[in-house]
């Protein structure tokens, strides 16, 4: 089955700087990858997904980009605020209803000012 | 915005008994997921749901664990005899098509 490493567990930045968060998967059928962020005692929000007709996508301050090839996928969150603070999952699956999002082990984003 | 939610926010019981974790995913949603968090750790997947049956199904959601959609509008997880390693965050997730929406999860202890 799918397997998805995340890297690294935690990562702490001045606010204003840039941080990247990767991940990896080893099943080549996966074709959607969503990141979600949690704050503490929150439930997983949906910040921003790509699938895998496209190798980056935007929105503001967050971007993701996909290497098929390489099987990896990262997270760039530019000028970051403290607000980013939270841990940040990523996942993998098919992009079909029903079937599982396998996530990673999550990275703890500290965003100090 | 529309949300999932889920009741109860906080669960407390004693192992062996039985509990009933209840959700109600997005209105238009139908395909409906459990989700589990053991404290600081991943969220794992446990269950998808479609047209009143079970899609796929993790090597966690063993004969322990049943879900329902008793009526139009709920979606639940019971599980039968807890133990004490069933105690995390569950979280009910719906779709309506790939992207999956989380509700606020049910924080199940088992003593």
């Known amino acids: 089955g799918e397997n998805v490493e995340q890297h690294p567990s935690t990562l702490s930045v001045q606010e204003g700087d840039s941080a990247v968060i990767k991940c990896t998967y080893s099943?080549?059928?996966?074709?959607?990858f969503p990141w979600y962020k949690q704050e503490l005692g929150k439930r997983p929000q949906l910040i921003i997904d790509?699938?895998?007709?496209?190798g980056e996508k935007k929105d503001q301050r967050i971007a993701v980009t996909l290497n098929k090839t390489a099987k990896h996928f990262s997270l760039h969150i530019t000028e970051t605020q403290p607000e980013d603070s939270a841990v940040y999952f990523c996942?993998?699956?098919?992009?079909?209803?029903?079937?599982?999002?396998?996530f990673g082990k999550g990275t703890t984003l500290s965003v100090s000012s | 915005e529309p949300e999932v939610t889920q009741t109860p926010s906080h669960q407390v019981t004693q192992m062996g008994q039985e509990v009933i974790l209840r959700c109600v995913p997005i209105?238009?949603?139908?395909?409906f997921y459990w989700y589990r968090q053991i404290l600081g750790q991943k969220v794992e997947f446990l269950v998808s749901?479609?047209?009143?049956?079970?899609?796929?199904k993790s090597e966690i959601f063993d004969d322990q664990f049943s879900v329902e959609r008793p009526d139009g509008s709920n979606f639940t997880l019971k599980i039968r005899s807890t133990k004490l390693e069933d105690s995390a965050m569950y979280f009910c997730?719906?779709?309506?098509?790939?992207?999956?929406?989380f509700g606020p999860g049910t924080r199940l202890l088992v003593l």
């Open positions: 997730a719906s779709s309506e098509a790939g992207t999956q929406y």
């Open positions: 099943d080549s059928a996966s074709n959607y």
């Open positions: 996942a993998a699956s098919m992009d079909q209803a029903g079937t599982a999002l396998i």
């Open positions: 209105s238009n949603h139908l395909y």
């Open positions: 790509i699938r895998s007709n496209v």
């Open positions: 749901f479609y047209n009143n049956e079970i899609s796929e």
